[in-house]
């Protein structure tokens, strides 16, 4: 018999963890963030925050959750763009949103999707989502992440996983999303990464205050 391939495999790990835990997810208690993300901090390395905000139908989507968007204006000159999503609790209705949904449904379109190695100054490594999407003649370059108790994730086969076993080994749902874009007008998306990803080593060490391990 071949082997499945292992897009089919996760698939089958993911549908049979969750015959067995997803019945208990909506009984366990939320874990309220440590810090509100509006005390985000708004100068990071020099680097001045604005707060975007987030349209109420936008809201209305996204649930019941705790939301940070704010652009920094990054060394280059250049917009960066910090998105957080927390869930303190995972439920139907209440829950992450991948950016591959939610950014087509803004009208941007994808152009590339891989993943790309982080290396933080503490030497963890981040493997995060790389998206190159455009509209119309703009092009922007996103990289994202799924985060819960400690843990980075880039594979969402793997999130939804942990989200099952968590729900029963330590009784929490709760997870969140980080999402850092930027726009490549006049830059080349060698650039453009390389002010992401300093972007992320400069304000990921900020998390431990606000996202419970």
């Not at 990071?44 to 809201?59: E, F, H, Q, V």
């Not at 982080?118 to 992440?145: F, M, S, T």
């Not at 729900?167 to 726009?183: C, F, H, Y």
Request: aromatic fraction near 8%; hydrophobic fraction near 40%.
């Amino acid at each position: 018999m071949k082997k499945l391939k292992q897009p089919l495999t996760i698939l089958i790990v993911i549908l049979c963890t969750a015959v067995i835990g997803l019945q208990g997810l909506s009984n366990h208690a939320a874990v309220p963030i440590r810090k509100p993300l509006s005390s985000f901090p708004r100068e990071i390395n020099g680097m001045i925050g604005r707060d975007t905000g987030i349209a109420p139908d936008i809201l209305a989507v996204l649930g019941s959750g705790e939301f940070l968007s704010r652009v920094y204006q990054g060394p280059s000159g250049s917009p960066l763009f910090l998105y957080i999503a927390y869930y303190s609790k995972q439920e139907r209705g209440d829950a992450i949103h991948s950016p591959k949904n939610c950014l087509p449904g803004s009208g941007w379109q994808p152009v590339l999707s891989d993943r790309v190695r982080i290396e933080l100054p503490q030497g963890q490594i981040i493997v995060a989502n790389r998206y190159l999407v455009q509209k119309d003649a703009n092009k922007q370059l996103v990289l994202y992440w799924y985060q819960s108790h400690g843990r980075t994730l880039a594979s969402e086969y793997w999130g939804k996983i942990y989200l099952v076993l968590d729900a029963i080994r330590l009784g929490r749902t709760d997870a969140a999303v980080l999402r850092v874009s930027t726009p490549l007008e006049g830059r080349s998306e060698v650039m453009g990464q390389k002010d992401l990803e300093n972007f992320i080593r400069a304000f990921y060490p900020l998390l431990a205050d606000y996202l419970p391990e």
